[in-house]
Nanobody
Framework: QVQLVESGGGLVQPGGSLRLSCAASGSMRSIPAMGWYRQAAGKQRELVATITYHLTTNYADSVKGRFTISRDNAKNTVYLQLNSLKPEDTAVYYC??????WGQGTQVTVSS
């Protein structure tokens, strides 16, 4: 069973940036795809971005052009670069993988 640990969340002003990391235990060669989801207070969890082992990416319309997902298979780590952050990006961000494992989540708060 793959284990995922997120880091990098925090408080940032509107227009700011953060980089989230998700470290996976074991080799990522066995993980066809990974993704980031987010869940704002009182709302359902929603897809943010996904990336395959061969680096094909997909983004939610709400984050296209602002967020970038990347993957370092040698380091067993997936990243999510968040730029031009808006208050509506405030949420707990979760990392997940094809086999169904989820991380514990990392809080991102965008506020002045």
């Amino acid at each position: 069973q793959v284990q995922l640990v997120e880091s990098g969340g925090g408080l940032v002003q509107p227009g700011g940036s953060l980089r989230l990391s998700c470290a996976a235990s074991g080799s990522m060669r066995s993980i066809p795809a990974m993704g980031w989801y987010r869940q704002a207070a009182g709302k359902q969890r929603e897809l943010v971005a996904t990336i395959t082992y061969h680096l094909t990416t997909n983004y939610a319309d709400s984050v296209k052009g602002r967020f970038t997902i990347s993957r370092d298979n040698a380091k067993n780590t997936v990243y999510l670069q968040l730029n031009s952050l808006k208050p509506e990006d405030t949420a707990v961000y979760y990392c997940t993988e094809t086999g169904g494992a989820w991380g514990q989540g990392t809080q991102v708060t965008v506020s002045s």
